[in-house]
């Protein structure tokens, strides 16, 4: 499968902004699906995960509230609406998915494909 990320951009502290993940190939519904985020000289981090059917969705704590994971499996798209954005959500945004068939992971190395990562930039 591939995956193609788009939606950053450079936005206020208290904004939002959507971003979303296309992708092609492979039947979509068989892939979880997970955003992560790295900020320069930091580790990848889990930002949210999606099951296949939509059903569960999971997210980093410091996002909880704010973040928002969904997917349109008509479209094969996944989406990450992010409001309330802060200064510390400023990273390189990817999109992922796992193995087919696999449950929803948390770490990076769960997730065998990735899109090209979009810049998200809050300022203060």
């Known amino acids: 499968v591939q995956l193609q990320a788009s939606g950053g951009g450079l936005v206020q502290a208290g904004g939002s902004l959507r971003l979303s993940c296309a992708a092609s190939g492979r039947t979509f519904t068989i892939y979880a699906m997970g955003w992560f985020r790295q900020a320069p000289g930091k580790e990848r981090e889990f930002v949210a995960g999606?099951?296949?059917?939509?059903?569960?969705?999971y997210y980093a704590d410091s996002v909880k509230g704010r973040f928002t994971i969904s997917r349109d499996n008509a479209k094969n798209t996944v989406y990450l609406q992010m409001n309330s954005l802060k200064p510390e959500d400023t990273a390189v945004y990817y999109c992922?998915?796992?193995?087919?068939?696999?449950?929803?992971?948390?770490?990076?190395?769960?997730?065998?494909?990735w899109g090209q990562g979009t810049q998200v930039t809050v300022s203060s």
């Open positions: 992922a998915a796992s193995p087919p068939f696999r449950t929803v992971g948390v770490h990076h190395r769960e997730y065998d494909y």
């Open positions: 999606i099951s296949q059917g939509g059903g569960r969705t």
